[in-house]
């Protein structure tokens, strides 16, 4: 997906708060949570998360989403990761 398209289907779906995120090669965090829902494009990189038992990993284009307060797990590769997220 393009940044442009992302941006417009963040603004339709009302994800008004949008944060450019970069994570460090090889790095990770544990299991977490947040308290909003995140939906991000990738921009750089790649970013595998692991959610209720499943791992799907993240490359440049590719989209992901989180519910509010949903557990995670999340690690990056060997460039790291840089993403676009909508919160709300």
Same mark, same amino acid.
């Given at each position: 997906?393009?940044? $442009?398209?992302?941006?417009?289907? /963040?603004?339709? *779906? ?8 970069? &994570? ?12 909003? $829902?995140?939906?991000?494009?990738? /921009?750089?990189? *790649? ?8 791992? &799907? ?12 307060? $949903? ?18």
């Amino acid at each position: 997906m393009e940044r $442009e398209q992302f941006v417009s289907m /963040l603004q339709a *779906e009302g994800f008004s708060n949008m944060v450019n995120v970069t &994570r460090e090669p090889n790095g990770a965090m544990e299991s977490h949570t947040h308290p909003f $829902e995140a939906k991000a494009l990738i /921009l750089d990189g *790649e970013i595998r998360i692991r959610t209720g038992g499943i791992e &799907r990993i993240y490359c440049a284009g590719d989209v992901f989403h989180l519910r509010a307060e $949903e557990p995670h797990f999340e690690s990056y590769g060997p460039q790291g990761v840089r993403y676009l997220v909508g919160r709300k």
